[in-house]
């Protein structure tokens, strides 16, 4: 993990600590890993011992490597830079449960973007007109402005009255706006437009020849590519290619696809690129349908892709886009495993995701990975008894990394042990000895029998309670 801090509650230690001391921190933590500290000059693992099981006179490092046995990782390779396309501000919207932001909030949202280090952004559908075409002008004076390092590009129908609008707000703000023009590629698609391949090429042709005429930067779309010929996306990006693309973007518009369907169809499609010698980008862009969007991107991503699509907290069409922040620690955790890195400062998840959730109206679900209410928070005994231990026993992710104030969280209740309830209490500043804890733990035992979750002050309550200075009132929760 990048960044160290813990958060402001749960696991946080009241005083900071020195930079050697073992991860159990509490006064529940523990037996063995005092040895550690006591001694001061604990020893170091000379190198990796990978799984093997670790003296607890040695202090393992910060994300405990030593302790792990990564059957993900294939060995260490060189990575390469992968860009990652933000497309909340656009493709999020068209969540049938999201309200339009006003446009301060969209250029709060956009200004999260930048912090994080999403390196491109779509920016709307100008050619909807009215208040997404205001919309879309004004953020992209906003980058130009405030010369925000962001690279944006709107949405629009390979036809040339879709595209006009773009060259006009590209020419009245002086920035450059990049036309992502997309267009149904699949046999589906086809069908229901009673489109021919020719009549597709056609107006594809007039679009892209419009686009370069008005210098705007190209992006290719084919829409639903995971269920189209290869034939007819061969023909497509071919011709995008005759007319300068800078990318080519895949889709899995409709959520069909599987990871070895990505990694064949990316290969294809830089297969194509490579045959015209172009260097043009291939992205990927996909959705969650069948739940897959994030293990397919990452899969987009280990077979060659540049950049990968996303929005916060998954936002679009039907079951959504890819979550962008899923995405995001997978890489940071895992890039090294996928040749890739994205030097996204994953600190500004946790801003960004609350900000999504606020000013669209989404909720958020308790389990989400990541940022969910319950992404870092710890109910049952052996859980709470492993984190207090060493938190990376039972989180792979480290709260303060995505920018969770909170921490990792022991959440007291039926379930919760000894360690935990140690734990919590010196959190609260009341650190139990162990004569008062038995009677305590007691009493916490039967209170939490009767509680969904035990909060500070019935905690506090109790702890008064076993030291006798006073009586304990606290009851169900
Ligand atoms: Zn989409």
Known sequence: MKTTKKGARGLKPAAPKAKSKPKAKSAGAAKGAGKAKAGGAAKRPAARAKSAALPRDMVPSKDGAELIHDWNADGARPTRRLELVDETLRDGLQCPSVTDPPIEKKIEILR????????????????????????????????????????????????????????????????????????????IRQYAENWTLDKM?????????????????????????????????????NLAMDFGAKSLI???????????????????????????????????????????GVINSIAAAAAGADRIHGTGLGIGERAGNTPLEEV??????????????????????????????????IGVAANKAVVGRNAFRHASGIH?????????????????????????????????????????????????????????????????????????DVVRDIVRFARGEAECHASVA
């Open 112 to 187: 999260l973007m930048v912090a994080l280090g999403i390196q491109n952004v779509d920016i709307g559908l100008p050619g909807a007109g009215g208040v997404v075409n205001q919309h879309v002008e004004t953020l992209l004076r906003v980058i130009k402005d405030e010369k925000l390092p962001i690279r944006a590009n709107c949405a629009a129908r390979t036809v040339v009255r879709d595209i006009a609008p773009v060259a006009e707000i590209q020419q009245r703000v002086g920035h450059p706006l990049a036309v992502s023009m997309f267009i149904g590629s699949s046999a």
């Open 201 to 237: 090429l056609q107006s594809a042709s007039e679009a892209l020849a419009f686009a370069r005429k008005e210098w705007i930067p190209i992006i290719f779309v084919t829409e639903d590519t995971t269920r189209a010929h290869p034939k007819t996306i061969a023909a497509l990006y």
């Open 250 to 292: 895949a889709c899995d518009t409709c959520g069909h696809a599987t990871p070895s369907g990505v990694t064949r169809l990316v290969k294809y499609v830089k297969g194509l690129v490579a045959k015209r010698r172009s260097a043009a980008r291939v992205e990927w862009h996909g959705h969650m349908d069948r739940g897959l």
């Open 328 to 361: 995001v620690m997978a890489i940071h955790v895992h890039g090294e495993a996928m040749g890739v890195h994205t030097h996204v400062d994953t600190r500004g998840i946790h801003p960004i995701s609350r900000k999504v959730a606020e000013r669209s109206g």
């Open 384 to 456: 709470q008894d492993g984190v207090v231990k060493f938190r990376e026993t039972y989180e792979v992710l480290d709260p303060a990394a995505v920018g969770n104030e909170r921490g990792s969280e022991i959440v007291l209740g039926k379930l919760s042990g000894r360690a935990g309830f140690r734990a919590r209490a010196a959190e609260l500043g009341m650190v139990l000895a162990d004569h008062e804890l038995d009677a305590a733990f007691e009493r916490f035992q039967e209170i939490a029998d009767r509680s969904r979750e035990v909060g500070d």
